[in-house]
């Protein structure tokens, strides 16, 4: 039943003011990031450990110790061996569209609350596994349990966060992200040396940590505004809640906003049918390819098999997981810059930073493997650090860009009778991507060499344009009034109409 919406004021911004109230609730739910980026950096890392290819996948363990006459490339070419990587992005594609679903009806946190129980449960089950069969179904609990935080955790902090705010407390689920894949590669580097060789099982069963403070968390984590007048709550108690969040009793102008995109989201019965109109145009193209640049970045090669690709150019065990440390600290601090300027420089300025540092990186490490390291041996150690020195500086273009813009864009741009139709497919498109680039990276590096460098070189060039040229502002904007800035665009402006044309475009189709 559609509600009556209180007086609206002239007033260009919302009233509000950073709350601790706000910031513990963001905090809590930002731990969907941590689970993520956990299981990120312990998929790479214990994919590098001897004890746990030797247990689980013996024919890599025997060409990468015993095939001296098998490419340096080709060393960890194996379908099993990505499988058990790239399961989780299979099972979370297909559990986002069931979060979607439960997203919208019942709100952010019961979204929260599954994904943590399903992750708790591929904790179990991978930190307690003795063949590959219970590994790779572990991962298959992880990832239902990483479709259902992705799919909520950043709605939910974009919708809480104040908006001249927004951009911040959403880039902390990347931030997150990055503490999580830190927190596994400091974990690696150290059970790596548990001479048993069970220290495996403590870097997979350690997951369990973030996902008890999500699940434990998410019984106590109000919902947001936005979805308790979606669902139909009293409007004093969501009052009360609003004054609470922004630390302010005039909220009467964000109300409005609040209960009229209700009002038009409460019209939508089928929103993933609704979201292919014109009028949504672009926003499904930003749905669609802004999760799909995000992937062809090539980070997840390095962020899954950062520990894989410092073996394969000669690095030690240990040095390689120490390797993958050092870039998660970079990207980890990166991010934390990214949360400080991205309201203050805006989206775009980063994007087009990002992009251009992260084009010239992967360009220069192609060419030092190109010509320094053949398909046997490997280089030597100086250009090894030079490598990893590369490494980083991509990581940190990535981390104060794509990384965690990728995320907070699609989730702030969506109207609200579509937003949860809308991070379904970008957070599947995202999967999809990650699923694709994990199950094909080490055939592709077997395959093309050094030239793997230069294939998502090339699409950094193509994004960087694409966001200078269709992506416009959108720092500072309240997330409810975010549509006013495609009917502004030099180019969305001709395909979404103005508002008149709007309204008979809906009058027409209901």
Not at 455 to 462: K, Q, T
Request: aromatic content about 12%; proline content about 4%; glycine content about 10%.
């Amino acid at each position: 039943m559609a509600v009556a919406a209180p007086a609206k004021s002239e007033a260009a911004h919302y009233n509000g003011r950073m709350t601790s109230f706000v910031i513990f609730s963001c905090i809590t739910a930002a731990m969907g990031g941590v689970i993520f980026g956990y299981d990120i950096g312990i998929a790479g890392g214990v994919t590098s450990m001897d004890s746990f290819l030797k247990k689980f996948f013996p024919e890599v363990y025997r060409r990468m110790k015993e095939d001296t006459h098998i490419s340096n490339y080709c060393k960890f070419d194996s379908e099993l061996l990505t499988a058990f990587t790239s399961s989780l992005y299979v099972a979370g594609l297909f559990a986002t569209f069931f979060a979607s679903s439960v997203t919208r009806a019942f709100g952010r946190r019961p979204s929260m609350l599954l994904g943590g129980a399903a992750f708790l449960a591929g904790t179990v089950l991978g930190g307690a596994a003795v063949n590959v069969s219970m590994v790779i179904l572990g991962r298959v609990l992880l990832g239902v349990g990483v479709g259902f935080a992705n799919q909520s955790v950043p709605l939910y902090l974009s919708e809480m966060a104040p908006p001249q705010y927004r951009g911040a407390f959403n880039n902390g689920f990347q931030f997150s992200v990055g503490v999580g894949a830190l927190s596994a590669n400091l974990i690696n580097y150290g059970t790596e040396k548990i001479k048993a060789g069970w220290g495996w099982r403590v870097s997979l069963a350690l997951a369990a940590v973030p996902a008890s403070l999500l699940t434990l968390g998410a019984f106590f984590l109000p919902e947001t505004p936005n979805s308790l007048i979606q669902q139909g709550n009293d409007l004093k108690k969501v009052k009360e809640l609003l004054q609470k969040i922004r630390g302010n009793i005039n909220v009467d102008e964000e109300l409005h906003d609040l209960i009229a995109a209700s009002n038009a989201a409460e019209a939508v019965n089928h929103p993933l049918r609704r979201i292919i109109r014109p009028k949504y145009r672009p926003q499904l193209v930003m749905a669609i390819t802004i999760p799909f640049f995000q992937q062809v970045t090539g980070i997840n090669v390095i962020a899954f098999y950062a520990p894989v690709l410092f073996r394969t150019i000669g690095l030690a065990e240990s040095a390689s997981l120490m390797s993958a440390v050092v870039t998660g600290v970079v990207g980890t601090g990166s991010t934390f810059i990214s949360m400080i300027t991205v309201d203050k420089l805006g989206r775009r300025a980063l994007l087009l930073i990002g992009g251009v540092q992260m084009f010239v990186s992967q360009v220069i490490i192609g060419v030092i493997i190109a010509t320094r390291l053949g398909d046997h041996g490997g280089v030597s150690k100086g250009y090894a650090y030079i490598v990893l020195v590369l490494i980083s500086v991509y990581v940190a273009g990535f981390g104060w860009s794509w990384g965690p813009l990728g995320w907070l864009v699609p989730s702030e741009i969506f109207p609200l009778e579509i937003r949860s139709a809308g991070q379904s497919i970008t957070v599947a498109v995202s999967f999809i991507f990650t699923f694709i680039v994990a199950q094909t990276f080490l055939a592709m590096l077997c395959r093309l060499k050094s030239g793997i460098f230069f294939f998502f070189a090339g699409w950094l060039v193509f994004m960087t344009i694409f966001i200078y040229l269709l992506l416009p502002e959108t720092k500072n904007i309240p997330i409810e009034q975010m549509v006013g800035v495609w009917r502004e665009h030099w180019f969305w402006k001709r395909i979404v109409g103005n508002e008149e044309e709007i309204k008979m475009d809906d009058a027409r189709r209901p």
